[in-house]
């Protein structure tokens, strides 16, 4: 069982910043891949960011590269997703996610996730 929890999230004009956290617990946390997925309001939850047990691999959307920034501590058991450059289109839910098996990019290949934060983003 894997217990995970994100913070950080808030409201930010475009243009600015925020660095969200997720606190991992429950299992050895550094033993897979951790993601970020995010959910807009009446769509379906998409793909952001991944990182390998090591972090020496990381996985963007299209969307979002150039302008965040995966990372993890496997000591502190927490990974990372520094967010710049916002726009209003990244406003959405984030969810922290842990791998399981399958595709980096498909929410089906992840078997625990957190609650989700808010991430709001004003033009």
């Known amino acids: 069982q894997v217990q995970l929890v994100e913070s950080g999230g808030g409201l930010v004009q475009a243009g600015g910043s925020l660095r969200l956290s997720c606190a991992a617990s429950g299992r050895t946390f550094g033993s897979g891949t951790m993601g970020w997925f995010r959910q807009a309001p009446g769509k379906e939850r998409e793909f952001v960011a991944a990182i390998s047990w090591s972090g020496g691999s990381t996985r963007y959307a299209d969307s979002v590269k150039g302008r965040f920034t995966i990372s993890r501590d496997n000591a502190e058991n927490s990974v990372v997703l520094q967010i710049n450059s916002l726009r209003p289109e990244d406003t959405a839910v984030y969810y922290c996610?842990?791998?399981?098996?399958?595709?980096?990019?498909?929410?089906?290949?992840?078997?625990?996730w957190g609650q989700g934060i808010q991430v709001t983003v004003s033009s």
């Open positions: 996610s842990a791998h399981i098996s399958g595709s980096y990019y498909s929410t089906g290949a992840y078997g625990y």
